[in-house]
Every structure is written in C-alpha cells, then in structure tokens.
Nanobody
C-alpha cells in the first residue's frame, strides 16, 4: 500500500522556522522525484519545491527561494523541507507528492503537480503572531 505521510507542521510566529518531513512507503522511493506543494485557504495548490530522484536537481518557487531548503534521504525513504524566516503568506496545508520517472515537472523552474502519481494527506502550517 502506497503511503506518503507528512509531519512537522504547526503554529509558528513570523520569522520562525519549521522542518517538514514526508515519509514514504509502498513504492520504490529512489525511482521517484518528490515535490512539496501547498494550498492556502481559498487558493489553488501551488508548487513549493521539488527534488529529483537522485537529488541532482532541486527546484524552488520564487516565493521561497533563499528561505526553504529541500533534501532527501533515500536510505530512509524520507524527504524534508526546512522552512526558515516564515511569513504569514506561507500559511497553507503542505503536501508531498511522488512523481515518476524521477525528474520533476517544472515550468520556468517552478514545480507543477500534474506529474504527481501519489499524494500525502498534508500537514497544516500556520504562521501568525
């Protein structure tokens, strides 16, 4: 059974940090690119970051460049999103998605979700004072 389970969300003040994790099981993790996507209330889902299966390329949305860092651990089937200097506009449900055959779907360097095969259920990040 394929599973992607996000964790690490919560309430944080502006300027604070969180680290999200996405633990995968039920498929060959190191064959898949993994993306982070987010959806704020009343808005469409948007791409945040994506890492290729071999981690040779990582893509970021312009809005998070320099603040977010994505990484993966293929030995433990987990990806991470370190989020620093969080802003209220980062408030959203964050989802991870797995995409085969191992490279990210990007347009002008921005991750898009139409290549995603598997989704997690999401974790809520709230940035507020």
């Amino acid at each position: 059974q394929v599973q992607l389970v996000e964790s690490g969300g919560g309430l944080v003040q502006p300027g604070g940090s969180l680290r999200l994790s996405c633990a995968a099981s039920g498929f060959t993790f190191n064959y898949y690119a993994i993306g982070w996507f987010r959806q704020a209330l009343g808005k469409e889902r948007e791409g945040v970051s994506c890492i290729t299966s071999s981690a040779d390329k990582i893509y970021y949305a312009d809005s998070v460049k320099g603040r977010f860092t994505m990484s993966r651990d293929n030995d433990n089937n987990t990806v991470y999103l370190q989020m620093n200097d969080l802003k209220p506009e980062d408030t959203a449900v964050y989802y991870c998605g797995a995409e085969t055959p191992g490279f990210c779907t990007v347009v002008d360097g921005i991750p898009y979700d139409y290549g995603v095969d598997y989704w997690g259920v999401g974790t809520l990040v709230t940035v507020s004072s």
